[in-house]
Structures are given as structure tokens and as C-alpha cells.
């Protein structure tokens, strides 16, 4: 399928008349590294990548393409790739896409798409890196009127942990999907739906999938939501060895206060090679010793709740609360508590103080009494100058270890509003797991291990950027909109510039 789109895709761009409104535009990364590899002080390694997206719009029709090509010293992890190819025809109530696309079915129990911009993605075993997003390739039609919603589609939702060179191919897109999505809006309050998906992996039997929706507004400002997936095979119940994903909320707020509730319920429901990811209600935190330390959903067996509140006052400081709970049920019981608190003081007009306290266990990460603090100064001098000091503390309690892991981070950054920003950021650790060497195994060091690392930004224009980061960067997991990935350890120079057109 995807040699026969690419086709009708080159051949459309050729042959579409040129419109006095076409429109052509997009945008190009390109980023280069020169440094070590982890623990291997003497291995120069230099790579290039490069992802350059392009749009083409006339009329009803548009087409896109993005192109990634990545050169490293070993010829085989290298690459020259379309990625990405797409035309679509849309009007005001009819849309069709054919090509590489990216959709998502009710709130994701049966099917999530998602592009990460800006993110670049490094393949652990060969360090090949390539733009990290999981699309679809195929065929959608939607259509919308005012009083529903239809959608369908057929198509290969991509397994992203492989990188575009690998062989074979195939391997990159082993599910085929084939969906149907309703939504029907019986009044300004209230709208009602169901799905109907079908998929099978390899050339297997079709597994086939159900679901029911709904939402409902009494008034504004409170909002309750629900659904409900299951396996058509399996009675529609809540018993453990059935196929279902039970998800439902509700969000409000009153003036100033307000809220989340989420409760979810998730039993045997990995579909396929993991192209649906149901809501995770985990807190998602952009402090980086909290973000490394996000719960990854388990969609095999977890049941859990979110519950977040907040309040704005006058002045413009600010309070949220949030308790988190999830439960795995595996080949044995893993419990996941998180408390988390933050509040903003807003001093002036110029400079704002920021804190943050969380308490968590996390048996399946084994890590207990988990205690996170951080303590944020954002100061204005003059509207032109800005310093930021952000300090974080973390420590643990793991049984495998004789004691407590402790993680520091400590960064400052000068900017010159709105062209220049220059950082420089220090994280240490005692992690047994991460201060060791591997490649002086059996010999253990426990030395703490430290990252320094700046990073210099300069805004040419509205259309041209350079970044620029010298030092060693930690790695460890990262999430960004529910999407947890890992970023490698690196050590040395990279230099980044981006550009619109």
C-alpha cells in the first residue's frame, strides 16, 4: 500500500495545475552532533539529521510531505527517507485524506495518533535518529453536519520504536486497522456515540472492537464524559479475564476554583502493537526530576483515579493540588500513590516565585517514599531582561539498594526578550543504576555522577532560529500531551537551526 500512495502522491504534485492561490510553504530542522558516547570518552561520534516538511494548499486540496535523512559514521544506521505523504480534499462539511495521516478514535481507548513537533527521537540500540510521531498510512473520509459526525478509515498506524531504515519494512506498520466513528449531537448539552474498529497484526485473524461514548453539559461550567471499549468476543461486564477499557470524568470550574475528576478502568487492552493508548491520569509535570519519574500506563491491567483542584486569586497567585492512584494487577500488585502541590506567588508585575512538593510510591518502578521539591525565581528587569533560577531535590528509597538515591537539579537562564537566551543547567545523582559503568562490569561505582550542560538560543527572525548546547545532557524518560519516550545520555556539541518558509 505505502509504494502505491507514494506514487499517487508524486504524480498529483507533478501533474495539479499551478492556482494564482496555491500556496506553497514549510519548515526545516537541521541539527548536527559532535561528542562521546555514554561511558566512552575516547569514541568521537558525529551525526547529521535533517526533517524538512513541506505544504502545498489550492483550493479544497492540499498535499504534504516530510522528508528525514540522518548520516552517522556507520553506513548501515543511515538513512534518505519520504516519511510522510498525504492529499487531501476538504470542503465544509467532506474531508478525505489519503496517504499518512493522524486521527484518533473517541478519547483514544481504541485508536491515538500523535505527532511530538519539534522532538527528535534516538533508537537506543544503533542511535538512529528520526522524528518521533505515530501516523497512520492509508485512507479516512470524515463527514460533519450539524447534527452529527461520521468518520472512517483503513489503514497501518506506524510502530514508532523502530527507526525509517529499518529492515524489512513491513515491520514498521504490522497492523492494519479498519474503523468506523459516530457522534451524534442531540442538543448543545448532551452528544452520544459509537465506534466500531477491527484490526489483525501479521496476516492474523481480525480482532474486533466496540465502543460507546458520551458527553454531557448541563451547564457551562460543568462537564461530565464517558466511555466505554471492549472486545465484541467478550461479555460486556467487568470481570478479569474479559477485553474492555472503561474511562469517565468529569471537569468544572466555579469563577476562580475548579477541578478534575477522572476515574479509569483498563483489563487486557495492549491492541495490536500499542496503537491505542487510552487517558493515562497520571500528572504530568514539566519540573524534569518529575517528569522522569511520570507512571507509564499499563494498559494490560490498571485501575485508578486523578482528581486535580485549583484556585486563581486577584492578585495573580495561583494553588493546584493534585492525588493520583493506579493499580496493576499483574503477575502481582503494583500500587502507584502520588500527592503533588504547587503554588505561585506573584510578587509584581515583574517577579514571580514558584514551588513545588510531591510525595509518591511507585512499586513498579520500586521506588518508595519518592519526595520531590523544587523552588522556581522568574524575574523582569525592564521588560528587556529576564533570569530564571529553577533548583529541584529529589530522593527515594529502593530495597535493592543499601541507600537512598538523591537527584539534584539546578539550572539559571539570562534571557534578552525576545531574540537571545542563554542557560546553563547542573544535574547530579547517586542512582546505583545510573553512576555505574557498564563497560568496567564487575567493578561498581558509586561516585555521584554530574551533567553540566548550556544551551544557547538566538531568534534571527520570526522564521530562523539557531540553538546551540555544549556539555553533557542526562537522559532518562520524557512525556510531553501523555507520550512517554526515552532520551539518551549525550556529551558534547549539537547545534540546531530551524526555519520556516
Excluded at 450539524?146 to 504490522?174: H, I, Q
Excluded at 477485553?243 to 476562580?256: D, H, L, R
Aim: with cysteine; hydrophobic share 35%.
Amino acid at each position: 500500500m505505502r509504494y502505491f500512495l507514494g506514487y499517487i502522491f508524486l504524480t498529483s504534485v507533478i501533474l495539479f495545475p499551478q492556482s494564482v492561490n496555491a500556496q506553497v510553504y514549510g519548515n526545516n530542522t537541521i541539527e548536527f552532533q559532535n561528542g562521546n558516547l555514554p561511558f566512552q570518552e575516547d569514541s568521537v561520534y558525529s551525526t547529521v539529521y535533517n526533517n524538512l516538511n513541506l505544504f502545498y494548499d489550492s483550493g479544497n486540496l492540499s498535499f504534504y510531505s516530510r522528508v528525514e535523512y540522518f548520516d552517522s559514521p556507520f553506513e548501515s544506521r543511515n538513512y534518505f527517507n519520504l516519511t510522510q505523504k498525504r492529499i487531501q480534499f476538504q470542503d465544509d462539511r467532506f474531508r478525505i485524506r489519503v496517504g499518512n495521516f493522524y486521527e484518533t478514535l473517541g478519547r483514544g481507548l481504541l485508536l491515538r495518533s500523535y505527532d511530538i513537533p519539534g522532538s527528535v527521537f534516538e533508537d537506543s540500540f544503533e542511535r538512529t535518529r528520526y522524528a518521533f510521531f505515530r501516523d497512520i498510512e492509508g485512507v479516512a473520509v470524515d463527514y460533519t453536519s450539524d447534527f452529527f459526525e461520521v468518520k472512517a478509515l483503513r489503514g497501518e498506524p506506524l510502530f514508532n520504536p523502530l527507526p525509517p531504515n529499518f529492515n524489512p519494512e513491513s515491520l514498521r506498520r504490522p497492523d492494519l486497522v479498519e474503523a468506523l466513528e459516530t457522534t451524534v449531537y442531540f442538543s448543545d448539552i448532551i452528544s452520544a456515540g459509537g465506534m466500531y474498529m477491527r484490526h489483525n497484526s501479521a496476516g492474523t485473524d481480525f480482532e474486533q472492537y466496540a465502543a460507546l461514548k458520551a458527553d454531557f453539559t448541563p451547564i457551562d461550567n460543568i462537564q461530565f464524559f464517558t466511555e466505554y471499549a471492549f472486545n465484541t468476543s467478550s461479555a460486556f461486564a467487568f470481570e478479569d479475564e474479559e477485553v474492555f477499557a472503561f474511562y469517565t470524568g468529569t471537569n468544572f470550574y466555579y469563577g476562580s476554583f475548579g477541578g478534575v475528576f477522572e476515574f479509569k478502568n483498563y483489563n487486557n487492552f495492549l491492541l495490536g502493537n500499542g496503537f491505542n493508548d487510552p487517558p493515562s491520569l497520571i500528572k504530568e509535570h514539566t519540573y524534569p526530576v518529575l517528569n522522569r519519574s511520570t507512571h507509564v500506563l499499563q494498559t494490560a491491567d490498571e485501575k485508578g483515579i486523578q482528581a486535580e483542584i485549583y484556585y486563581n486569586f486577584e492578585e495573580g497567585h495561583s494553588i493546584v493540588a493534585n492525588y493520583t492512584s493506579a493499580t496493576n494487577d499483574l503477575f502481582r500488585r503494583f500500587d502507584y500513590r502520588e500527592y503533588f502541590l504547587e503554588g505561585v506567588y506573584q510578587a509584581n508585575s515583574k517577579l514571580t516565585l514558584k514551588s513545588f512538593f510531591d510525595y509518591a510510591n511507585d512499586d513498579f518502578k520500586n521506588e518508595e517514599h519518592r519526595i520531590s521539591a523544587g523552588f522556581i525565581v522568574d524575574n523582569t528587569f525592564d521588560f528587556s531582561w529576564n533570569v530564571i533560577l529553577d533548583l529541584q531535590y529529589q530522593t527515594f528509597e529502593r530495597s535493592t539498594d543499601t541507600k537512598d538515591t538523591q537527584n539534584y537539579y539546578s539550572s539559571i537562564s539570562v534571557a534578552y526578550l525576545p531574540d537571545i537566551v542563554v542557560s546553563l543547567i547542573l544535574e547530579a545523582t547517586t542512582d546505583p543504576q545510573l553512576t555505574d559503568n557498564p563497560t568496567t562490569f564487575p567493578e561498581e561505582e558509586s561516585d555521584t555522577r554530574f551533567w553540566l550542560g548550556g544551551n544557547a538560543s538566538y531568534q534571527f527572525n520570526q522564521r530562523h532560529t539557531l540553538d546551540v548546547f555544549a556539555g553533557k545532557r542526562r537522559g532518562g524518560p520524557a512525556c510531553t500531551s501523555g507520550i512517554c519516550y526515552e532520551i539518551l545520555d549525550f556529551e558534547g556539541i549539537e547545534l540546531r537551526f530551524s526555519t520556516r518558509f
